[in-house]
Structures are given as C-alpha cells and as structure tokens.
C-alpha cells in the first residue's frame, strides 16, 4: 500500500473500505457495551440518554455479585500460581533438557487447547463428582490450571528461547554456582515473561465458563457463571456493567503483558 | 564419569517435567478416558449409545445444524477476515501495530461477554433494531436474534480473530518483491493479486478455515445464548445429556464423536501449518 | 528474438533533474542523464549513492520529488509501472516460486492476453536466449541462483521491452559465474538491440559491460563517460579512487607549463608535472593521481618509452605482495609518503627486494590533478 508506485483505484478503496468496516465490527461491541453500562434509561439504547452509574451501583451492591467476583479471583489466582509453577518447570526442561520425543510431550501440554472445552468441562465434571468435590474452590483452579498451563507454556518457551544461555554460563564461568545464576542471573532476565505468562494464566481462569458452569456449587459462583444464570432467565441491564467490568479486566492484563514484554525485550537481547 | 553425568542431567529435567505432566495425566488424560470408557459401557462393552446417535433422526440433525453452522461461520469469517488480514500486511508497520491491538483486544475478552454485546444489539428491542426501525428501513423489528442468523453472527465474531491472524501470519511470509516484478512484467492490480498474491496466501486461507471450523464445532455459549430451538449443536446437547437428562453414557458418546471430528480436524491443520516447528528448539 | 519489424530496437531514456528526498534527506539530486537507444549504460556507485533509488524512478516503482523520465520523448510520470512496458530484473530475482519456469516466462504474455501458440513460440526463444531450453517444467526451489537469475531475465525479455532496467543482478553470483553473465549480458543486449539502464557498485563490471558510465555519489553524478574516459581521466577525486586504483599525493601548484600541463610540488618536496582535470592556478592545493601500473622503473624499456619530461622520483621497497598476474609492490618515498606501484610478473624479471632502492618515472599525462579542498 505504500510507496511502490501504484495509483489508489477503486478496487484498493474497496478492500480497505472492507477492512475498516471489519475492524468496526469487531471493536464496536465492545466498545458499545462499556458506554451502554453507563446509561441511565432502564432500556439499554445507543446512545445513552443519559449517564449514570446506577448499574455499576446495582452490580455492586448485590452481595451475590460481590461474591462471584470473589469466588472468580480465588480461583483466578490459584489457577496463576498453580500454572505459572508447572508450566516454568515444563518448558525449562523442554527448552533446556536433552532428550528424544520432546515434540510428543510438546504437544501432550497443548493438548487442552486443542480438545473442545466443553468434553474438557464434563470430564473434570464425572471426575469431581465421583470424588464429591464439586462447588469447591480449589476444584475449580484445578480445572482451570489444565486450561491454562497450554498459555503458560508457549510464553514461557519462547521467553526461554529468546534468553541468550551464554549469559548463564558466564555466570557459572565465574564461579558462581547453578541456583546462585539462576537466581541472580536468568530469574530477572527472564522475569518479564514469567510474569505475562502468569497474568494470562489469570486471564485464561477469570474468563472461563465452561468449567465452572459444571463445577460450580449453588454458593460458589463464578462471576462468568453468574452472568450466564442471569442471562439464561433474563436481559438484566445490570450484566453490561458486569460485562464492562470483565473487559475492563482484560484490557489491564493485556496492557500490563505488554508492558512487560517490552521490557522483557529490551532487557534479554544484547 | 561424563556419561553418567549427563544422565543425571537428563533425569534432572524430566523431574522437573514431572508434575505438570501429572497434573495433565490426572485431570486431563484419565478423564478423557472415563469419557470414551463411559460411551461404551452399559452393563457390559456395547456401542449401544453410538448406535442411538445415528440413527435418532434427531441426532442426526442435530449434528447437520452444527456442520452447517460452522460452515457458514466459517465462510463469513473467511470473506470478512482475509481483505483485514491482507491490510494488515500490506500497510506500514506502525499502522499494522496499531490495528492488530483492535483484533487482539476482542480476542482475549471472555466469550460470554462477547456473546451478551451481540444479544444487546441484535434483540428485538436490541439497538441494531432501534436505528434500523428509527431509520425507517422496516416497519416489524428483524429477527436477528434466537435463530440461525444471530448464531452465525455471534459465532463469527467470536473466531474471526483466529482467521485474521492465521491468514496475517502466512500472507506476511510473501515477498513484496514477487508482486513488483509481477507489476514491472505488466500485470495490473487485480492480475498481480489474482495470479501471484492470491495463490501464495492459500496456506493461510486453507489453515484458517480449517481451524475456524473445527473450533465452531465443539461451540457451547454462543450457539446456547442466541439460538433458536433448530439450532441446537452437539455441544449443547452434550451438556443438556449432562445436566438434565442425566444420560451421562449418551454424553460421552456424543463427546467422543466431538472429539473424534476435533483431532481429525487438527491432524489435517497441522500438514498445512506446522505447529510443532515453534517448538524444535535450538535444543 | 530479433527485434520486432518496423521497430528500430531499443528507446532512448532521457532523466531530466530528477530528484528525490525522503523526508530530510536527499536520496537522488537533479539527475539528468540520456541513454541512447540500444546503448548499455550503467549507474555505478557506492550504497547510498542514489543509484538504485533512480532505477526505481524509471521503472515507476517510485514517485520523483521533481524532474522527469522520458522513454523515447513519452513523459512516464502518468504511467504506473505496469503500464510502462520496461523489463526489469531485480537484485533478488523475484522469481514466482509457485510457477514452473516456462510460466514465470510466459507470465507477461499472459497478462497481455497474448494467443496461445504465439507464447509457446516466443518463450521457446527466451529461455534458448539464455540457454535454459529444456527447464520449461522445473519448479524456482529446483533451481541455483544463476539458473533462476536467467530465468528471471528470460522473462524480463520475452515480452520484448525496448528497455531493460537491472538492479545489481549478479550481486549473488560467485567471481566466476559473474564474470561469465557479464558478457553473456552483453551479448544479449548486443543482439536484441534493446536498451540496457544497468545498476551495480561493482568498477570493473561497469567498466566491462558499459558503452557509457555515470558514476554516482551522495545523490549526485560525478562524471559520465565511456569506461576509458572514466579511467584515464576522472574528473575528481572521488572518481579516480572509486574506479580503479590510484595514488594519490596531496601538493601545491608551482607553475603553468605549456601544452595544459602544471607544474607541483608534493608535501615531501618531490617535483612533477600533471594535467589538471579541472581550471587550476598557481599556488593552489591539489591532489595528484597516478595509477600504479603507469609508474615504471627508470631503466626498464618502459621509462625510456616516456621520454624526457617524464615525472621521476626514487624510494625504498617497503612490502611486496605478490597477486598471481602482478606483483604490487608498497614504495615508501621518505617525505612525501608511500605509493604503489604494479609489475607485471614476466618469466625473466627478477623481483624486487624489500629494502631495497629503486627509482620510478612516469608520464605527467597519466597525472591528474585536483584541487583539494579547504584551499
């Protein structure tokens, strides 16, 4: 499109009317929803009559929300630090062990993302309940842990993979022994990574649905949970707010992720 | 002794390997072998419950909706992602930038967020309605919503960022160069893009489609949310065998035909677009 | 491929100031320039001379600043490129690696709808043109570099362009190969009569393959010329170290003497005479080249061949390098520096010693004077 001497016709108009028009679908209802759960009118219209905060108010002040949100970043964190543990080992060994069939174990850690959630959902499910674990927290992390560890794991390689080892060695050459260059060395090297990994390891368990849907107690709901039950009975406004809140979520884990691969970058290469 | 050495080495890393491995065998793989184990056990080995899935009318349909569903989400994420994909690689890199962060920022918010925009604006007090209405397009409100329309719409947006980026990445391996020779050789616009550009890219168009389709497949919250009472799909079914009807059997037979469709799916996409070369490390 | 009737060959390509700047910078700085038809001309300089960044004015690729291009007195400013009907290969071939090789060649046939048997034919003649009969079936990835460079010229050709643009088409190959494309080129273009607007930053291909060079630096051309002109009188500085070897000793102009020449005064105190490649006076700063192998050793038959009122001088052999056909020897001249000279290596000669003296004569026509800035 740039300077290699071609004319603006109209089929170039056309395609980039088209592109733009696609970039609109996409980022409009997001964009609608945030403003929409600022409106005053009982009705949900575009755009607003006028503003107000009633909804977040109403959001808020249901104990049952405030317990979902509760219930979703316990699990949400344990998930992060049960998968963060896991899937740092996983790729350590991966990226830096010697042995054969790498590429069958590789593809035995994304496994998850590749089978539909919902046979995921109810095998954890059967498993659970054989157990009478169901409606537990921990239950939950557990579940989400096996979502998530896929995301941690192709993060963590490829930080692992941008670290340059030459950095390590020289710390060994200079006498330093293998936890002291871990520690001192790679660990806030490769920091950055570790911490984006973890964050959309949060992520991955604050969105989900599915799992919680089938491990979920009358109590313990997740906020996902909660919105699809109100959703299934009726078009409550209030769940704009509710939804504008989860993309408020979003939106500072990807800009926080972003943050720390820049520096991540700048800080491993050489 | 060097071998023993680096024997140690080696086991060191496969400790290391260790728990996250357990924790997949356990919570993941056993599982999924309860479900294949449950599809075919009723007093006794049977494929009783693979039987009733082919040959209940209702089934059958139920698995046509969800082809068809996920065929048409499929085409309508192809015609509307591959002219973005095309710009995206074809404008300047800051601008790329810029217009990546609007693909990518719908792609990581949650499903059912994305799923409840859509019920907003395509209800039938929903605001796509208001203006259309207030426009003076139609005079009854569009039925946008609890039917196949809304559900291809809703699915569609949910995987075209899947397709976006799949085409982007293959469409940004093609070398400028190639469509300025074919210029220099006198092609015009639509003959360089047709007979140079378009072929080139079809990697990109073909891992797309497959992997949009496969993931339409195994789709619960959309379809469940905006559909309509024809457009059950199996994952629905699934989880209403699970939930309500309580044929757990039945379930896992549907779950493991799910499965069955999923990894044929994925074997195909991975000859296309090799997935596994992200990972050969400089091991 | 004869050219085709009625058609007198290759176009005349005329630049008229053509400029262009990006942003601050001034990539290409009022380039005029007229190639005529079927004439091989080429842009030489180092990178960033501008010489690529003119090239892709001509093929339309990119937009002047200001200035024009003109093919056989048509302005092309309107035309995008494809519609400009000029060949070109580019550095990095630019083969289509989904497409056989006969139809990367018949690709510019296609797109302008030419009859099927017509295409067979003339692609047929392309790919004999250069000698790649038979690959007709092969894949790009199947070939070797040189093999698809052909290719690519094959297809630049078939279409009969009256022009053919080349952007350092032989940068990839190895010595030998190049060696042998540059006349293979040459030949070529000798035979279709077409134009030839050539690109590289490689002297002696320019000197081997041109009927007139532009030298370029910074934007700028330094001097045009046939490649003998270019080579026995540069017009600067830049010029004479660019193309070539040369030595140089910075000095001071005595004297007008007749016939043109100067009269100078290195910085050691070594007298010489020289011809000025630009307006000179008395007094002024100036830089002298000599070419190493026009300086000779007085007493060889060489020295006597010059004839008084040659430029002489006497130094120590400091180092000698010894390059198959020659032998370059570094002379040191006490006071006024060190210069290199060339010897052939002949049967009988005994070569020099290091350390030892020798005295050198050449002739104040092969001596060029500039004038040195910040005088």
């Given at each position: 499109?740039?300077?290699?001497?071609?004319?603006?016709?109209?089929?170039?108009?056309?395609?980039?009317a088209?592109?733009?028009?696609?970039?609109?679908?996409?980022?409009?209802?997001?964009?609608?929803?945030?403003?929409?759960?600022?409106?005053?009118?009982?009705y949900?219209?575009?755009?607003?009559?006028f503003l107000?905060l009633?909804?977040?108010?109403?959001?808020?002040?249901?104990?049952?929300?405030?317990?979902?949100i509760?219930?979703?970043?316990?699990?949400?964190?344990?998930t992060?630090?049960?998968?963060?543990?896991?899937?740092?080992?996983?790729?350590?060994?991966l990226?830096?062990g010697?042995?054969?069939?790498?590429?069958?174990?590789y593809?035995?850690?994304?496994?998850?993302?590749i089978?539909?959630?919902?046979?995921?959902?109810?095998?954890?499910y059967?498993?659970?309940?054989?157990?009478?674990?169901?409606?537990?927290?921990?239950?939950?992390?557990?579940?989400?842990?096996?979502?998530?560890l896929?995301?941690?794991?192709?993060i963590?390689?490829a930080?692992?993979?941008?670290?340059?080892?030459?950095?390590?060695?020289?710390?060994l050459?200079?006498?330093?022994?293998?936890?002291?260059?871990?520690?001192?060395?790679?660990l806030p090297?490769?920091?950055p990574?570790?911490?984006?990994?973890?964050?959309?390891?949060f992520?991955?368990?604050?969105?989900e649905?599915?799992?919680p849907?089938f491990?979920?107690?009358?109590?313990?709901?997740t906020l996902?949970v909660?919105?699809w039950?109100?959703?299934?009975?009726?078009?409550?406004?209030?769940?704009?707010?509710?939804s504008?809140f989860?993309?408020?979520v979003?939106?500072?884990?990807?800009?926080?992720?972003?943050?720390?691969?820049?520096?991540?970058?700048?800080?491993?290469?050489t | 002794?060097?071998?023993?050495?680096?024997r140690?080495?080696?086991?060191?890393?496969?400790?290391?390997?260790?728990?996250?491995?357990?924790?997949?065998?356990?919570?993941?793989?056993?599982?999924?072998?309860?479900?294949?184990?449950?599809?075919?056990?009723?007093?006794?080995?049977?494929?009783?419950?693979?039987?009733?899935?082919?040959?209940?009318?209702?089934?059958?349909?139920?698995?046509?909706?969800?082809?068809?569903?996920?065929?048409?989400?499929?085409?309508?994420?192809?015609?509307l992602?591959?002219?973005?994909?095309y710009?995206?690689?074809?404008?300047?890199?800051r601008t790329?930038?810029?217009?990546?962060?609007?693909?990518?920022?719908?792609?990581?918010?949650?499903?059912?967020?994305?799923?409840?925009?859509?019920?907003?604006?395509?209800?039938?007090?929903?605001?796509?309605?208001q203006y259309?209405?207030?426009?003076?397009?139609?005079?009854?409100?569009?039925?946008?919503?609890?039917n196949?329309?809304?559900?291809?719409?809703?699915?569609?947006?949910?995987?075209?960022?899947y397709?976006?980026?799949?085409?982007?990445?293959?469409?940004?391996?093609?070398?400028?160069?190639?469509?300025?020779?074919?210029?220099?050789?006198g092609?015009?616009?639509?003959?360089?893009?047709?007979?140079?550009?378009?072929?080139?890219?079809?990697?990109?168009?073909?891992?797309?489609?497959?992997?949009?389709f496969?993931?339409?497949l195994?789709?619960?919250?959309?379809?469940?949310?905006?559909?309509?009472?024809?457009?059950?799909?199996i994952?629905?079914?699934i989880?209403?065998?699970?939930?309500?009807?309580?044929?757990?059997?039945?379930?896992?037979?549907?779950?493991?035909?799910?499965?069955?469709?999923?990894?044929?799916?994925?074997?195909?996409?991975?000859r296309?677009?090799?997935?596994e070369r992200?990972?050969?490390?400089?091991? | 491929?004869a050219?085709?009737?009625g058609?007198?060959?290759?176009?005349?390509?005329?630049?008229?100031?053509?400029?262009?700047?990006?942003?601050?910078?001034?990539?290409?700085?009022?380039?005029s320039?007229?190639?005529?038809?079927?004439?091989?001309?080429?842009?030489l300089?180092?990178?960033?001379?501008?010489?690529?960044?003119?090239?892709?004015?001509?093929?339309?690729?990119?937009?002047?600043?200001?200035?024009?291009?003109?093919?056989?007195?048509?302005?092309?400013?309107?035309?995008?490129?494809?519609?400009?009907d000029?060949?070109?290969?580019?550095?990095?071939?630019?083969?289509?690696?989904?497409?056989?090789?006969?139809?990367?060649?018949?690709?510019?046939?296609?797109v302008?709808?030419?009859?099927?048997?017509d295409?067979?034919?003339?692609?047929?003649?392309?790919l004999?043109l250069?000698?790649l009969?038979?690959?007709e079936?092969?894949l790009?990835?199947?070939?070797?570099g040189?093999?698809?460079?052909?290719?690519?010229?094959?297809?630049?050709?078939?279409?009969?362009?009256?022009?053919?643009?080349m952007d350092?088409?032989?940068?990839?190959?190895?010595?030998?190969?190049?060696?042998?494309m540059?006349?293979?080129?040459?030949?070529?273009?000798?035979?279709l009569?077409?134009t030839v607007?050539y690109?590289t930053?490689?002297?002696?291909?320019?000197?081997?393959?041109?009927?007139?060079?532009?030298?370029m630096?910074?934007?700028?051309?330094?001097?045009?010329g046939?490649?003998?002109?270019?080579?026995d009188?540069?017009?600067?500085?830049f010029?004479?170290?660019?193309?070539?070897?040369?030595n140089?000793l910075?000095g001071?102009?005595?004297?007008?003497?007749?016939?043109?020449?100067?009269r100078?005064?290195?910085?050691?105190?070594?007298?010489?005479?020289?011809?000025?490649?630009?307006?000179?006076?008395?007094?002024?700063q100036?830089?002298?080249?000599?070419?190493?192998?026009?300086l000779?050793?007085?007493?060889?038959?060489g020295?006597?061949?010059?004839?008084?009122?040659?430029?002489t001088?006497?130094?120590?052999?400091?180092?000698?390098?010894?390059?198959?056909?020659?032998?370059?020897?570094r002379?040191?001249?006490?006071?006024?520096?060190?210069?290199?000279?060339?010897?052939?290596?002949?049967?009988?000669?005994?070569?020099?010693?290091?350390?030892?003296?020798v005295?050198?004569?050449?002739s104040?026509?092969?001596?060029?004077?500039?004038?040195?800035?910040?005088?």
């Amino acid at each position: 499109m740039a300077e290699d001497g071609q004319r603006t016709g109209p089929g170039v108009v056309a395609v980039m009317a088209l592109a733009g028009a696609v970039l609109l679908f996409l980022i409009a209802p997001v964009v609608i929803i945030v403003i929409v759960s600022f409106s005053g009118a009982e009705y949900l219209s575009f755009p607003p009559p006028f503003l107000s905060l009633r909804w977040y108010q109403r959001f808020l002040g249901t104990p049952s929300w405030r317990q979902s949100i509760v219930v979703s970043t316990q699990v949400a964190l344990l998930t992060m630090v049960f998968a963060t543990v896991l899937g740092l080992l996983a790729s350590l060994a991966l990226v830096r062990g010697r042995f054969r069939g790498k590429g069958a174990i590789y593809a035995m850690l994304l496994s998850p993302m590749i089978v539909p959630t919902i046979i995921t959902a109810i095998g954890l499910y059967f498993f659970f309940v054989r157990i009478k674990a169901t409606g537990s927290i921990l239950a939950m992390a557990l579940g989400h842990t096996v979502l998530a560890l896929p995301v941690v794991v192709i993060i963590m390689a490829a930080t692992l993979q941008g670290f340059d080892i030459r950095l390590e060695q020289a710390a060994l050459s200079l006498g330093a022994s293998r936890v002291t260059a871990l520690r001192r060395i790679t660990l806030p090297l490769i920091l950055p990574g570790v911490l984006s990994a973890a964050l959309f390891a949060f992520l991955t368990s604050f969105d989900e649905l599915l799992i919680p849907l089938f491990l979920s107690g009358v109590e313990v709901q997740t906020l996902t949970v909660r919105i699809w039950n109100s959703l299934v009975l009726e078009v409550d406004p209030t769940i704009a707010a509710v939804s504008s809140f989860l993309i408020g979520v979003t939106t500072v884990v990807l800009g926080a992720s972003a943050f720390l691969r820049g520096r991540g970058e700048s800080a491993t290469s050489t | 002794m060097k071998a023993s050495a680096e024997r140690r080495e080696r086991l060191r890393y496969l400790l290391v390997l260790f728990p996250a491995l357990l924790v997949l065998a356990v919570l993941f793989a056993y599982p999924l072998l309860g479900i294949v184990n449950r599809s075919v056990y009723k007093a006794g080995y049977t494929l009783d419950f693979y039987r009733q899935i082919f040959r209940v009318p209702v089934y059958l349909q139920v698995l046509w909706a969800t082809f068809r569903v996920s065929a048409l989400v499929t085409l309508l994420c192809l015609a509307l992602g591959y002219p973005l994909a095309y710009v995206l690689a074809t404008c300047r890199p800051r601008t790329a930038r810029l217009l990546t962060i609007i693909v990518i920022l719908p792609f990581f918010t949650s499903i059912i967020v994305r799923t409840y925009a859509w019920m907003v604006l395509l209800g039938r007090n929903g605001i796509v309605n208001q203006y259309v209405m207030a426009l003076g397009l139609t005079d009854t409100p569009l039925p946008l919503l609890y039917n196949q329309a809304g559900v291809v719409i809703g699915m569609s947006y949910v995987l075209l960022p899947y397709m976006v980026l799949t085409v982007y990445s293959v469409m940004r391996g093609i070398d400028p160069g190639l469509v300025r020779a074919a210029h220099s050789l006198g092609a015009s616009r639509l003959q360089a893009f047709r007979r140079i550009f378009l072929p080139l890219s079809l990697p990109g168009i073909a891992g797309g489609t497959l992997l949009v389709f496969i993931l339409s497949l195994g789709f619960f919250i959309t379809p469940a949310l905006m559909g309509g009472p024809g457009d059950i799909m199996i994952a629905m079914l699934i989880e209403r065998e699970v939930e309500i009807t309580l044929n757990w059997s039945f379930a896992s037979a549907l779950a493991v035909v799910l499965l069955a469709l999923t990894l044929v799916g994925f074997a195909g996409y991975n000859r296309i677009v090799r997935l596994e070369r992200i990972f050969e490390g400089r091991g | 491929m004869a050219p085709p009737e009625g058609v007198g060959g290759g176009a005349e390509v005329r630049l008229h100031e053509l400029t262009k700047t990006f942003g601050s910078v001034v990539a290409v700085r009022e380039v005029s320039v007229t190639v005529a038809p079927g004439s091989f001309f080429t842009l030489l300089g180092p990178s960033g001379s501008g010489k690529t960044t003119t090239l892709m004015m001509v093929a339309g690729f990119t937009y002047p600043s200001s200035g024009e291009v003109f093919v056989d007195g048509k302005p092309m400013a309107a035309l995008p490129p494809q519609k400009r009907d000029l060949g070109m290969v580019f550095q990095s071939y630019a083969v289509f690696p989904h497409l056989t090789v006969f139809d990367n060649v018949a690709f510019p046939l296609q797109v302008r709808k030419a009859p099927r048997l017509d295409t067979l034919r003339r692609v047929g003649e392309a790919l004999e043109l250069v000698r790649l009969t038979g690959y007709e079936r092969r894949l790009p990835r199947q070939l070797s570099g040189g093999e698809q460079q052909r290719v690519a010229l094959a297809r630049a050709l078939v279409f009969q362009p009256r022009v053919l643009l080349m952007d350092e088409p032989l940068g990839a190959l190895d010595k030998k190969l190049r060696a042998h494309m540059q006349l293979e080129l040459k030949h070529i273009q000798q035979r279709l009569h077409v134009t030839v607007l050539y690109v590289t930053h490689d002297q002696e291909e320019a000197l081997t393959m041109s009927d007139r060079v532009a030298v370029m630096q910074g934007g700028r051309i330094e001097q045009v010329g046939i490649p003998a002109e270019l080579y026995d009188a540069p017009a600067s500085r830049f010029v004479a170290d660019f193309i070539g070897e040369s030595n140089f000793l910075d000095g001071v102009v005595v004297s007008a003497e007749r016939d043109g020449r100067w009269r100078c005064r290195a910085a050691g105190g070594l007298e010489f005479s020289g011809v000025g490649a630009v307006a000179l006076h008395a007094g002024q700063q100036i830089t002298a080249a000599v070419r190493p192998e026009k300086l000779v050793q007085a007493g060889d038959d060489g020295a006597a061949a010059l004839g008084p009122g040659s430029n002489t001088c006497k130094g120590v052999v400091e180092e000698a390098i010894y390059v198959g056909d020659v032998t370059r020897y570094r002379v040191g001249l006490g006071a006024d520096g060190a210069i290199t000279i060339k010897v052939p290596n002949r049967f009988a000669a005994r070569p020099l010693a290091t350390g030892a003296a020798v005295a050198l004569a050449w002739s104040p026509d092969d001596t060029r004077l500039f004038s040195r800035a910040g005088a």
